[in-house]
């Protein structure tokens, strides 16, 4: 059975009270009750995870035991993922099919990812007389959000204790649990004392401390563009590393001549999954003026199969917001996109539910590019559909926000397709539909944040670059 009480924070190997005491209430968003608690951390517990990570830092640790260590949490985390995936559906309304697939075997597969690049990664190399060694960075503190727990975590831990790197992890308040399942997978594993460390508690003091100790080497944080803001100019004090997986407002351009039909309904299925609780949505749908009426048509379908229900129901598609806080968010932008004269196409802010942070699938229409709309993320189930007049007017739309983490390219060949994603500002496109790849880089241009995620790239985020010079051979 999934653990759903903590009172304890996990550092240096140990279960360990906070200095402080007290515990932060986690809450069903389905049914707005109390269904568990974490621990909530001070500074003090900060300050006693880095030294513990401190202590833990071997740079000279062989390829051969970070291989073993992450082969061991892979395992102990693999048994545990039916009870996960019970915990995120609770504590942040995934419904039950997405919580028992991508919240939990796509983190499978980005940690089996790692164990794969470490058996073929070339720590050093020759360039002239000079012998180039990659090195574990130093002490890691990752920072995690809520939208997909496991996730965020093995796309920051597993990379660390593959490359050598301590961590002091911070996870959000509103979906804890799961991320504490995963210590304890961690514990199962038998790591060293101080390789992961746990502290949980308010961002503004756990965050904050981490992104501003001396004794942290590297940052890795993914959340919003505001509070990622916050950390790097934490950390620029104190010229640490950070990485930055932010906010962004992707679209789903579809080109004249693509498949209408097939881009519209994986669109909406992108915008819509997580209940548009996903960085890398397709929150911007991009149609031709010549096929609008059609693709709205079409949209308004699609839409159709996405009814909200119970998390818990195998058959749901779309669950809750995951707190009070995001659900609010969420009804504001769509009453204001009201207001600036986007014509509401299906759903609204209305509630439908007494009970619960259900918002219903809402399409907008008619929605000017440089509106808040247009320009911000919502991170709900939240559709814009904006028609265009050319390709360039479509080009300019699409780079035309302060973001570029994703989105996705329609057109009749993909060559196509490749030629117009190519001038897309944004780190990451779907071409025609093509399939996630968990190994692949992943992150953002613009606001949309530094560094990269996932596979060989994310792990050489964790890698420090040294030259040696040498004598020339005789």
């Given at each position: ?108 597969a980005v940690a089996k990812g790692f164990a794969d690049v470490l058996e073929t ?224 196409l299906t759903g609204g802010a209305e509630p439908v539910r007494d009970t619960g ?118």
């Amino acid at each position: 059975m999934p653990n759903y009480e903590h009172t304890e924070l996990f550092i240096d190997g140990r279960w360990t009270a906070p200095s402080g005491g007290g515990v932060i209430d986690v809450v069903d968003p389905a049914t707005e009750a109390v269904i568990g608690h974490v621990p909530n951390g001070d500074a003090a517990d900060v300050d006693a995870a880095v030294a513990a990570a401190r202590q833990a830092f071997d740079p000279l640790l062989t390829v051969a035991e970070r291989r073993g260590r992450v082969q061991r949490v892979i395992a102990a985390m693999e048994k545990r993922l039916p009870d996960i995936a019970e915990l995120i559906t609770a504590e942040m309304g995934a419904p039950a099919r997405i919580a028992q697939t991508v919240q939990t075997q796509v983190p499978l597969a980005v940690a089996k990812g790692f164990a794969d690049v470490l058996e073929t990664f070339e720590f050093e190399e020759r360039i002239g007389n000079s012998l180039i060694v990659r090195e574990p960075y130093g002490v890691v503190a990752a920072i995690t959000p809520w939208n997909y727990p496991l996730y965020q975590v093995v796309a920051k831990v597993l990379p660390a204790i593959a490359a050598g790197c301590p961590v002091v992890l911070k996870p959000s308040n509103e979906a804890p649990l799961s991320v504490f399942a995963f210590i304890e997978a961690c514990e199962d594993a038998g790591l060293p004392p101080g390789t992961v460390n746990l502290v949980s508690g308010p961002g503004r003091v756990i965050g904050e401390r981490l992104a501003s100790h001396p004794g942290i080497d590297f940052v890795s944080f993914t959340g919003s563009t505001g509070v990622g803001a916050r950390v790097g100019e934490l950390a620029g004090r104190s010229i640490k590393k950070v990485a930055l997986e932010l906010g962004g407002k992707s679209a789903n351009v579809i080109l004249d001549g693509a498949d209408l039909a097939t881009a519209v309904k994986v669109g909406v299925g992108n915008a819509f999954l997580n209940s548009g609780q996903t960085c890398m949505a397709w929150t911007r749908m991009l149609v031709p003026q010549s096929r609008y009426r059609e693709a709205l048509e079409l949209v308004e379908a699609a839409v159709a199969r996405y009814p909200v229900g119970d998390p818990r129901d195998p058959a749901t598609r779309l669950g809750p917001l995951a707190s009070r806080s995001q659900f609010d968010t969420v009804r504001g932008f769509i009453e204001r996109a009201q207001r600036d004269g986007a014509r509401l196409l299906t759903g609204g802010a209305e509630p439908v539910r007494d009970t619960g942070f259900f918002v219903a699938p809402t399409v907008f229409a008619d929605v000017d590019p440089g509106s808040e709309l247009g320009q911000e993320e919502v991170f709900g189930p939240v559709l814009a559909v904006i028609p265009y007049a050319g390709a360039d007017d479509a080009l300019q739309v699409a780079n035309g926000t302060p973001y570029g983490l994703s989105g996705a390219v329609w057109a009749a060949t993909d060559d196509d397709a490749i030629a117009f994603a190519r001038q897309v500002q944004t780190g990451q496109l779907d071409i025609n539909g093509g399939a996630y790849n968990p190994t692949a880089p992943f992150g953002g241009y613009k606001k949309s944040g530094i560094g990269r995620e996932l596979g060989r790239f994310g792990f050489e985020e964790y890698l420090q670059t040294k030259s040696l010079q040498l004598k020339e051979r005789a």
